[in-house]
């Protein structure tokens, strides 16, 4: 099956035939204990469920699956002057810009909030967190767009709750 970049909609859960020989890479942790810390890594594509992830300015948890409300744990990140993001996983892109994982909307959000475009750390750079187009439609597109003009993979996410951390 060959996925149309321009049908792609809060329902579309697609899974690429190259899905399972992708190499998730390494984004920096930042939190501290259990699950958050040890558990599927942020780029994972091997789980059906739509999962999601926290960030802060520091860094991301591995990928949470199973959480049904998003701002109601004790969440294993080290607190500063900084917000915690919970991000939605919606799409991963592998480096050169196929798109290996798309997961349905799953977790209810103001419509307003911000779609995230993640690429992981490398010899020379940060990991980047930045911007994307809303919708999940743009939001691959630019992933996708992304991925083939650094050659690295990247994460598409949703942003569905946001609070001050300190």
Same mark, same amino acid.
């Given at each position: 099956?060959? *996925?149309? *970049?321009?049908?792609?909609?809060?329902?579309?859960? %697609?899974? &690429?035939?190259? /899905?399972?020989? #992708?190499?998730?890479? $390494? =984004?920096?942790? $930042?939190?501290?204990?259990?699950?958050?810390?040890?558990? !599927?890594?942020? #780029?994972?594509?091997?789980?059906?469920?739509?999962? =999601?992830? $926290?960030?802060?300015?520091?860094? #991301?948890?591995?990928?949470?699956?199973?959480?049904?409300?998003?701002?109601?744990?004790?969440?294993?990140?080290?607190?500063?002057?900084?917000? @915690?993001?919970?991000?939605?996983?919606?799409?991963?892109?592998?480096?050169?810009? /196929?798109?290996?994982?798309? %997961?349905?909307?799953?977790?209810?959000?103001?419509?307003?909030?911000?779609?995230? @475009?993640?690429?992981?750390?490398?010899?020379?750079?940060?990991?980047?967190?930045?911007?994307?187009?809303?919708?999940?439609? /743009?939001?691959?597109?630019?992933?996708? &767009? =992304?991925?083939?003009? =650094?050659?690295?993979?990247? @994460? !598409?996410?949703?942003?569905?709750?946001?609070? $001050?951390?300190?």
């Amino acid at each position: 099956m060959t *996925l149309d *970049l321009g049908q792609i909609t809060d329902s579309t859960a %697609w899974t &690429s035939p190259d /899905a399972t020989s #992708f190499t998730p890479p $390494y =984004l920096s942790t $930042y939190a501290y204990d259990g699950p958050f810390a040890d558990g !599927l890594p942020a #780029f994972d594509v091997t789980h059906d469920e739509t999962s =999601l992830i $926290y960030a802060t300015n520091w860094g #991301f948890t591995c990928t949470m699956r199973g959480v049904e409300e998003p701002w109601g744990h004790d969440i294993a990140v080290p607190m500063g002057h900084t917000q @915690l993001y919970t991000l939605e996983k919606r799409a991963v892109v592998a480096a050169g810009g /196929a798109v290996m994982r798309i %997961w349905p909307a799953a977790h209810p959000s103001d419509r307003n909030q911000a779609w995230r @475009l993640i690429v992981p750390q490398t010899a020379e750079q940060r990991f980047r967190n930045q911007e994307a187009a809303p919708g999940i439609e /743009a939001g691959v597109n630019d992933a996708v &767009s =992304l991925a083939a003009r =650094l050659g690295s993979p990247v @994460l !598409l996410a949703r942003q569905v709750y946001e609070r $001050y951390w300190h």
